[in-house]
C-alpha cells in the first residue's frame, strides 16, 4: 500500500483559506511564500529551491497566484498546484520576477515572507517594494502548522514506523572493530530501503563520541564495552519527517552508564506520561529535568527535552523552558532528553509524540530498555 504524497486539493484549498483568513486577522496583506516547507504545505508544490524566483503570493484579500519561472511552469502545473486551479504567472529569462511580485501587491504593502526565504531574494524582495513593511509569514503559519490534522498525524505515524523498522536493524550493525562510518552507512541505506526519500541525519556516537549531542559519524572503531548513542531521521515521500533515538552497548558497558541510563529512561517516561492538552511545553521538559537533576545528572542534561516535528525536523513547539504555550492536540513534539558525561559516553533516548485528546500518543515503539548487542 503507498500513502498518497500529497494531501487532497480539497485539503490544500482549505489550508490556504485558513491561511488568507490568519493573514487578515495578523494585518498582513500578503503571504511570499518561496520553496521549502510552507509552500509544500500550503500547495502541496515541493518545488525545488533554485536561484531563479518561485513565489506563492497569498494575498488576504484576492485570489492567490504562484509566479514561477517560465522553465519550472510545467513541474507547477504537474504538481497540485495544477487540481487546486491556481493562477500561474511565469516569467521569461530576461524578465523581473520582482518586480513581476512587487506589481501584485499595493505599495504600502505589509508583506509576510516565509521564515526560510533566501537572505538575496528578501533583500531583492525589499528593493522591489521599497515602501512595504517585511514581516515574517511564520508568525502567521505557526497556528496552522503547530497542531497537525488527522492525516498529518498518520504521516507521522508512517515515518514512525518506518524509522523503528530501520532501529529494529541497527543491533545486527553495531560490533567491535567496526567504525562508526560503516555502521552509519548501513543505517543511511535501511533509512531508504525502509520508505524514507532522504536521509536527514545519522548519529552513531560510540564511547566518548557519545557524550557530544551532535555527533554525526566519525572513523572511530567501536570497541568492546562501548555504549553508543544512534540518533537517526528521515524524510518520508509525503515531505513528513522521522527523529528517534535509542542507546545501545556493544558488550557489557559500564557500571555508571547503567546507572544513569536507568535514570534517563525514567525521565524519558515521565515526560511522555506528562504529555496533554493544557499543559505547558516548559512543564514537559521539566517532567524529564527533574528526575535527572534529582538523581545528581543536572548537569549533564546539556539541552532543551524536545523540538516539534512535521514538514520540517526542527519546527516549533518547542520543548524547553521559558515556552508557557499550552500543549493541544494534534501538536507533535520530540521528547529526547539525554545525559552526557564529557570525555566517557552518554545515553539518549526519544520519541516523537502527538498530542491527543487526553495524552500524548508515540509513534515510535521500539523498546527503551538499553540493548545489549
Ligand atoms: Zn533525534
Ligand atoms: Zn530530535
Not at 177 to 194: F, N, S
Not at 330 to 350: D, K, T
Amino acid at each position: 500500500m503507498t500513502a498518497p504524497h500529497h494531501p487532497p486539493v480539497a485539503d490544500l484549498a482549505d489550508r490556504l483559506a485558513r491561511a488568507r483568513m490568519a493573514a487578515r486577522a495578523a494585518e498582513v496583506d500578503a503571504l511570499l511564500i518561496t520553496p521549502g516547507p510552507d509552500l509544500r504545505y500550503l500547495t502541496g508544490y515541493d518545488a525545488i529551491p533554485l536561484e531563479r524566483l518561485t513565489c506563492l503570493v497569498l494575498p488576504a484579500a484576492a485570489d492567490p497566484v504562484i509566479v514561477v519561472p517560465g522553465l519550472e511552469k510545467a513541474a507547477a502545473v504537474a504538481s497540485p498546484i495544477g487540481g487546486l486551479g491556481l493562477e500561474i504567472l511565469s516569467w521569461g529569462e530576461t524578465e523581473d520576477p520582482y518586480a513581476l511580485v512587487a506589481s501584485l501587491l499595493p505599495t504600502h504593502a505589509v508583506a509576510g515572507l516565509d521564515n526560510h526565504m533566501w537572505a538575496e531574494k528578501v533583500l531583492r524582495l525589499r528593493a522591489a517594494m521599497p515602501a512595504a513593511e517585511q514581516v515574517l509569514a511564520g508568525t502567521v503559519l505557526r497556528e496552522l502548522r503547530i497542531r497537525k490534522a488527522p492525516d498529518e498525524v498518520e504521516a507521522l505515524r508512517r515515518a514512525g514506523a518506518a524509522i523503528d523498522r530501520v532501529h529494529a536493524r541497527v543491533p545486527g550493525w553495531l560490533r567491535a572493530g567496526r567504525t562508526e562510518r560503516q555502521v552509519g552507512k548501513d543505517i543511511a541505506e535501511a533509512i531508504i530501503a525502509e520508505g524514507h526519500v532522504r536521509v536527514d541525519f545519522v548519529i552513531v556516537g560510540s564511547g566518548p563520541n557519545g557524550a557530544s549531542p551532535h555527533h554525526e559519524l566519525s572513523d572511530r572503531v567501536i570497541e568492546q564495552g562501548d555504549p553508543v548513542v544512534v540518533d537517526i531521521g528521515g524524510t518520508m515521500p509525503d515531505g513528513y519527517c522521522s527523529d528517534e533515538t535509542r542507546t545501545y552497548s556493544v558488550g557489557k558497558p559500564p557500571a555508571e552508564f547503567v546507572d544513569y541510563y536507568t535514570v534517563l529512561q525514567a525521565a524519558q517516561a515521565a515526560a511522555c506520561e506528562h504529555v496533554r492538552p493544557g499543559v505547558t511545553a516548559e512543564s514537559v521538559d521539566s517532567a524529564a529535568r527533574d528526575i535527572i537533576a534529582a538523581a545528581g545528572y543536572g548537569e549533564y542534561f546539556v539541552h532543551r527535552t524536545g523540538h516539534g516535528i512535521g514538514l520540517e525536523t526542527h519546527e516549533e513547539p518547542y520543548i524547553v523552558t521559558g515556552n508557557t504555550e499550552l500543549l493541544e492536540p494534534g501538536m507533535a513534539f520530540s521528547v529526547e532528553p539525554g545525559i552526557y558525561l564529557p570525555g566517557r559516553h552518554g545515553a539518549r533516548i526519544e520519541d516523537i509524540l502527538v498530542c491527543g485528546e487526553t495524552d500524548g500518543e508515540r509513534v515510535n515503539l521500539r523498546p527503551r530498555d538499553l540493548v545489549i548487542v
